[in-house]
C-alpha cells in the first residue's frame, strides 16, 4: 500500500506579487540603488555605480538609503525610485 | 471533508517519504511523519479553518501562510491536532508588524521564535514547565516548536544559505517552546501581565537568541539573586548586542521561592533588572572590543539592555531543584519585540 503524501512548501498561486519581465539592456536607463544602511555597503554600491555606468551605460543613477537594514523600505523612500527603469536592493555588510 | 489543494505524491513507505522530503530540503534534517491526506484533514479540522484560510502574512514578500501549509507541516513536525491552536496562535503572532519576521529569521544574527504557552491548554496538551524544560521531554514542546521550523523552511523559504543567512543559529532553531510553570509560580501569569484575560490561553513569542545558563546557589537575598541575571545580561550587551529589547529571564523554582519569601514581586525583578543591566561604551575595551569604545557618543556613552521594566519577561520555569536560571537575549534589540497572542479553541 502506497502513502498519499502533501506537498508542505508554499503554493505559488497564492502569491500577491509578480515579477515583472527582465530589461532588455541598460543602456540610457535609470537605475536606482537602494542602501540598506550596513556598514560598507557604500564602498559596495560605489562600486557598483562604476560598474552599471562604465560597463552596461547606465546613464543616470539614484541612490537612497533605508533607515532600518532589517525592516522593508518606507513607502517614501519607495517612491523616491518612481523614475527609475530598475532598482537594485543592497545587502551591504 | 474539505478539498487540500496542495500537490500530492504516491510513495511506497514511510522511508520513500523521508528520502524525498529530506532531497528537496522540506525537513530540518531529522526524520518526519508522512504527511497523508487524513492527518492533515484532522489538523486542520482541529483549527476550524478552512484549508485556503490565511493565518498570516509575511509583510515583507507578501507571503501567505495557509491554514492546509500550517497543518501539513504540524503533522510532518509530529503536531497532535490537539496542538494546532498554539500552533497557529505562534503563526499570528510572528505575522505581527513588531515582531519582524523577515528581518529576524534572515538575519545573520541566527534568533529562533522563543515560545512561551500560558494557560489551561498547557494541561489539556501535556506541555511541560519544569524539568529540563528548554529541552527534551515533552511531546507538545518538541512538536509545536518544530512546526514552526518547518513552516518557515517550507512555506518562507527559511533555507540555510538562501533566505536564512544565519552565520550560528542556535539549537533553539529545532524547538524553542516552553510552558510556564503557573501552578506553582507566585506571580501572575506571564501572559495575563501582557494584557490576557485570566483564564484564557496565550503565546507569547520573541526572537530569542541562544539561551544562556546562570547558577547562584550561595544567597537568600533577592537583590544578589537578581543580580546573577543582570550581569548575564551585561555581558551578552558587551560580547553580543548592545541594543535594548525584550530579554528573557526563565526563574527555576529553588529561586523563585527565595525571591517570593524575601517579599519580592515580578515587578521588583523588572525594576531591579532596568536599573542594573547598564554598561558604558569604555566597558567594550575589556571584551576586546576596544577598537569602537571612542566610537558614537564617546567612551561615557551609557546603554540599558531594558527600554523599560516591561521590556523583561519573566518566566516561571524549571525543575525544583536548582539555583540555575538563564536568560535569553533578543535578536536585535527592539529590531523584533516579543508578541503576545489569545490561543483560539474551538
Redesign the interface.
Known sequence: M??????????GG????ATVSRLPSLAGRTVGLLDNGKLNVDILLDHVETLLRSQHGVSTVVRLHKP?????VPEDVAKGFAACDAVISAVG? | MTQ???????????V??NDL?HRRG?TDGLPIL????EL?QACLDATGLAPSAVIG?E??????I?AE?VA??AV?AGCLPAYMPVVVAVIKAICQPEF?L???T???GGSAQFIVVNGPIRQRIGLNATHNVLANHSRANACIGRAIR?ILI????CLPGQLDRSTLGHPGKFSFCIAEDEEDSPWTPLAQQRGISAGMSAVTVMAGESPHQTMNEWTRDPEEIVETFAAEIRHNMLTYSIWAGNYALIVPKQLRDLIATAGWQRRDIQEYVYRSARVVRRDWATVGKKQIVNLGKGADQRFSALRSPDDLLVIAAGGPAGGFGAIIPPW?GS??QAVTQIIETL
Open positions: 502506497t502513502l498519499r503524501v502533501l506537498d508542505p512548501t508554499f503554493d497564492q502569491a500577491t506579487q532600518d537594514a532589517s525592516r522593508p555588510d | 487540500l489543494r496542495s500537490p500530492s505524491y504516491d510513495l511506497a513507505d514511510i520513500a517519504v522530503y522540506w508522512p504527511p497523508t491526506e492533515v502574512v509583510s515583507v514578500r507578501q507571503r501567505p495557509t501549509k501539513i507541516n510532518m519582524n523577515h528581518g529576524s534572515a538575519s545573520t518547518l517550507n512555506v518562507l523559504g536585535l529590531r523584533s
